[in-house]
């Protein structure tokens, strides 16, 4: 998968990484070189990497199973919390099912707004809660280390990517 930084600089990068990522292309400017996205995970991270997914075109569907992915990973903290509430894991499902057109735009829109008051409703009940935090801080910890894994496979799989989402 790759970008050019005439895409990403249509998405106002952050400046250091910005910086950081000319220098190491050895630029000064923006330009329509193609940049490999594993070159940007290498040289500046998960986080920028998975950022400079908005300018690369043609994979929409394994970016959204890739997104599904990684949430179905944080449904058992969520549910752990609470055990009946199931708008986050529908979501999942129903947008896994949308990016492999088994899905309607209509579906997608109504689980996304029922789990975003699923989030809203957590998110209310974890200010109250020191707990949570410590909790999700060790999620997000162990996360991130599977997280760069399963984005490797997408970017060596493209459009082949069909990861198991267990929703």
Known sequence: MKTTL?????????????????????????????????????VLGLDDALWSLRAVDGYDREFRLFACWCAARTLPVFEKEYPDDKRPREAIRVSSRFANGKATKEELATTWDAARDAARDAAWDAARAAAWDAAWAAARDTARDAQKIEFLKMLEQGHGYNPVIDV
């Open 6 to 42: 005439n895409k990403l600089s249509k998405h106002k990068p952050c400046t250091p990484s910005w910086d950081e990522g000319l220098q190491y292309l050895g630029k000064t400017e923006p330009d329509d070189e193609p940049i490999d996205i594993l070159d940007i995970l290498e």
